[in-house]
């Protein structure tokens, strides 16, 4: 079974601080996504990678970095937290360069900024 | 700017009615997905949906595609209380690099009463 591991469920910050959340995969899938979640709006995608060190920007980039040092591990960065970007997170993966093949989520990241 | 809709965003229903999820694209692409997300859950893949006229169907529920009209139905037939949950399509976009990325539906938030 694919397994999306995301560092924490819950996770309070505050307005300013540098915000990490972590996800890995184990299943070896080149393709990783990062997806806020909010009420009414679906999910939007933030940033995805195909490769390491490789990165792309979603629909809402804005406020956000990431970075791929391993095939495994996808991080998303708030440099800069803002009560805005309070939301669920989560994070996906799906194997193969150019595949299309449904995406494997992890249990999501609750992130609530004060 | 490729956009997905669902309706209804709400759907409050009876056990052992039947209903009809939709879910409308605007641009072509010949391939959709289905998901569910139980409350305070991942995302899980239901169904892939490969070409125009494509159904599938697991127990109560049963996808079909139409590329054509641009739509995808996702039918519930005699609902019971398991099937509450959020139900998502999502669409998947040609790469500009390394692979495809999906954009989502808003979602339709499935209630069985008993």
């Known amino acids: 079974d694919v397994k999306v591991t995301q560092s924490s469920r819950y996770l309070v910050k505050r307005t300013g601080e540098k915000v990490f959340l972590e996800c890995v995969q184990d299943?070896?899938?080149?393709?990783m996504f990062w997806y806020r979640q909010d009420p009414g709006l679906g999910l939007r995608l933030i940033y995805f990678?195909?490769?390491?060190?490789?990165?792309e920007k979603g629909d809402i980039p804005e406020g956000y970095s990431v970075s791929r040092e391993k095939k495994e591990r996808f991080s998303l960065i708030l440099e800069s937290a803002s009560t805005n970007q309070t939301s669920m997170y989560l994070c996906?993966?799906?194997?193969?360069?150019?595949?299309?093949?449904?995406?494997?989520f992890g249990d999501g990241t609750r992130l609530s900024i004060l | 700017e490729l956009k997905v809709e669902q309706n209804p965003l709400f759907l409050s229903m009876q056990e052992g009615k039947n209903y009809t999820i939709y879910c409308n694209y605007s641009?072509?692409?010949?391939?959709l997905y289905w998901y569910r997300q139980d409350p305070g859950k991942s995302l899980e893949s239901l169904f892939v949906?490969?070409?125009?006229?494509a159904v599938k169907q697991e127990g109560r529920l049963m996808a079909s595609l139409d590329t054509k009209a641009r739509l995808s139905t996702l039918h519930i037939t005699a609902a019971v209380h398991d099937l509450s949950a959020t139900y998502f399509c999502?669409?998947?976009?040609?790469?500009?690099?390394?692979?495809?990325?999906?954009?989502f539906g808003t979602g339709t938030r499935l209630k069985v009463l008993a």
């Open positions: 996906a993966s799906s194997p193969g360069q150019g595949s299309r093949q449904p995406q494997h």
């Open positions: 999502a669409v998947d976009l040609p790469p500009t690099s390394g692979t495809y990325k999906y954009i």
């Open positions: 990678s195909y490769d390491v060190k490789m990165k």
């Open positions: 299943m070896d899938h080149e393709n």
């Open positions: 949906l490969l070409s125009n006229g």
């Open positions: 641009t072509t692409s010949d391939r």
